[in-house]
């Protein structure tokens, strides 16, 4: 079938982790085979196919003035409870219990480190946009730019891009495209998702998470980069020093995924005194 072709097979794990998991590591991330890829395959046909410059463009003028609800961080987490992300296919329960695993994964690692420990709680937090309509291949999944050449390691890379114009398009299909060499991703139009929304979510609020901190919400989807490490022809000084950040964010968001589902009403205090310190009280979003 046709989405066998794949990617290729390093693209079925990701290296790095120290502890035993549930799972081998090399059986996440496996985007050959298994009982969700059907749903996962055609997540991405759809984004690949759709995500052009002039989408991403209409996204951001929809988006980035926050003016669709206002609620606290911590209703907009357990909000998540309502979806299931059809683009991983690690996982087949709710995005709260992930936000929680990861959390405290890093808060294993890192127990000095009060504000990546609520990245990790919160850095799926821009999926909510799935539950305001937004169709899901313009929420989930693995980022890209736009408005330059596709690079090899983009997930199903071989045969979902038929169909996109940017493709064809001279202006945008040469390795800079629309760019210069070295202008930094601050200054590089992303596919549309919950990374980024969530990045502008916490400007607009200004909520004082550390630069680290919103690199990693911003970029944890650009696995094509922090993993694969193409688009280093984009990079600045700025984003080779926060990719280890990156990375080292990685490994809690993948790796604690399992079916072992933590005590979310226990470990609701600790993480709502850290929302509280850096993104309090009522959110635009």
Same mark, same amino acid.
């Given at each position: 079938?046709?989405?066998?072709?794949?990617?290729?097979?390093?693209?079925?794990?990701?290296?790095?982790?120290?502890?035993?998991?549930?799972?081998?590591?090399?059986?996440?991330?496996?985007?050959?085979?298994?009982?969700?890829?059907?749903?996962?395959?055609?997540?991405?046909?759809?984004?690949?196919?759709?995500?052009?410059?002039?989408?991403?463009?209409?996204?951001?003028?929809?988006?980035?003035?926050?003016?669709?609800?206002?609620?606290?961080?911590?209703?907009?987490?357990?909000?998540?409870d309502q979806l299931v992300d059809e683009s991983d296919p690690d996982v087949d329960f709710p995005n709260s219990f992930h936000a929680f695993q990861t959390a405290e994964g890093i808060r294993q690692a890192h127990p000095d480190k009060d504000w990546f420990q609520l990245v990790g709680l919160i850095?799926?937090?821009?999926?909510?946009?799935?539950?305001?309509?937004?169709?899901?291949?313009?929420?989930?999944?693995?980022?890209?730019?736009?408005?330059?050449?596709?690079?090899?390691?983009?997930?199903?890379?071989?045969?979902?891009?038929?169909?996109?114009?940017?493709?064809?398009?001279?202006?945008?299909?040469?390795?800079? !495209?629309? *760019?210069?060499?070295?202008?930094?991703?601050?200054?590089?139009?992303? %596919?549309? #998702?919950?990374?980024?929304? +969530?990045?502008?979510?916490?400007?607009?609020?200004?909520?004082?998470?550390?630069?680290? !901190?919103? *690199?990693?919400?911003?970029?944890?989807?650009?696995?094509?980069?922090? %993993?694969? #490490?193409?688009?280093?022809? +984009?990079?600045?000084?700025?984003?080779?020093?926060?990719?280890?950040?990156v990375q080292e964010f990685n490994k809690f968001d993948l790796y604690t995924k399992s079916t072992e589902l933590p005590d979310v009403e226990r470990l609701k205090p600790y993480y709502q005194s850290l929302i509280d310190k850096y993104c309090p009280g009522i959110l635009k979003w």
């Amino acid at each position: 079938s046709l989405h066998m072709q794949g990617p290729d097979p390093s693209l079925a794990y990701r290296p790095n982790l120290a502890e035993k998991d549930t799972k081998e590591k090399e059986d996440y991330r496996n985007f050959e085979s298994g009982t969700l890829i059907d749903r996962v395959f055609n997540t991405y046909k759809l984004m690949h196919t759709n995500q052009t410059v002039d989408f991403v463009k209409l996204k951001h003028s929809e988006w980035t003035g926050c003016t669709h609800t206002q609620m606290g961080m911590m209703d907009a987490i357990l909000s998540m409870d309502q979806l299931v992300d059809e683009s991983d296919p690690d996982v087949d329960f709710p995005n709260s219990f992930h936000a929680f695993q990861t959390a405290e994964g890093i808060r294993q690692a890192h127990p000095d480190k009060d504000w990546f420990q609520l990245v990790g709680l919160i850095h799926d937090v821009g999926k909510i946009m799935a539950l305001w309509d937004e169709p899901q291949w313009a929420v989930v999944g693995d980022t890209f730019p736009v408005g330059c050449k596709f690079q090899n390691s983009v997930v199903f890379r071989d045969n979902t891009f038929l169909d996109n114009p940017d493709d064809k398009n001279p202006k945008y299909n040469t390795k800079c !495209g629309i *760019y210069e060499p070295k202008c930094g991703f601050d200054n590089v139009l992303m %596919s549309w #998702g919950h990374d980024e929304y +969530l990045y502008r979510v916490m400007k607009f609020n200004n909520c004082s998470i550390p630069e680290e !901190g919103l *690199y990693m919400i911003r970029f944890h989807s650009f696995y094509p980069w922090h %993993s694969h #490490g193409d688009y280093m022809n +984009l990079c600045n000084d700025k984003d080779l020093h926060m990719l280890p950040w990156v990375q080292e964010f990685n490994k809690f968001d993948l790796y604690t995924k399992s079916t072992e589902l933590p005590d979310v009403e226990r470990l609701k205090p600790y993480y709502q005194s850290l929302i509280d310190k850096y993104c309090p009280g009522i959110l635009k979003w």
